[in-house]
């Protein structure tokens, strides 16, 4: 069955970085657009970066110039990378296909504080 697995979350002070990693498994990862999203308490989840299978990457306005998605094939895994942070970075981080299945994993906390 389909698992991803977070990591590479924690405690960052305002401007510092962060870089997660998502290991995926139980479908053709590297046929699949792959997006990292982001959830707060009361909100929906927020599609922060998405890399095509081919590698092009989109970010909305909030993050861009700041996140980095990148994909390894060969390890089933893609990457964000997280600079410039901010408070309102703080979330739960999730990797799932884009569009999304209903398979998400345990997600990795990241919070923005000094």
């Known amino acids: 069955q389909v698992q991803l697995v977070e990591s590479g979350g924690g405690l960052v002070q305002p401007g510092g970085s962060l870089r997660l990693s998502c290991v995926a498994s139980?479908?053709?990862?590297?046929?699949?657009?792959m997006g990292w999203y982001r959830q707060t308490p009361g909100k929906q989840r927020e599609l922060v970066a998405s890399i095509t299978a081919t590698g092009n990457e989109n970010y909305p306005d909030s993050v861009k110039g700041r996140f980095t998605i990148s994909r390894d094939n060969t390890k089933n895994m893609v990457y964000l990378q997280m600079n410039s942070l901010k408070p309102e970075d703080t979330a739960v981080y999730y990797c799932?296909?884009?569009?999304?299945?209903?398979?998400w994993g345990q997600g990795t906390q990241v919070t923005v504080s000094s």
């Open positions: 139980g479908f053709i990862f590297r046929l699949n657009t």
């Open positions: 799932n296909s884009v569009p999304y299945t209903r398979n």
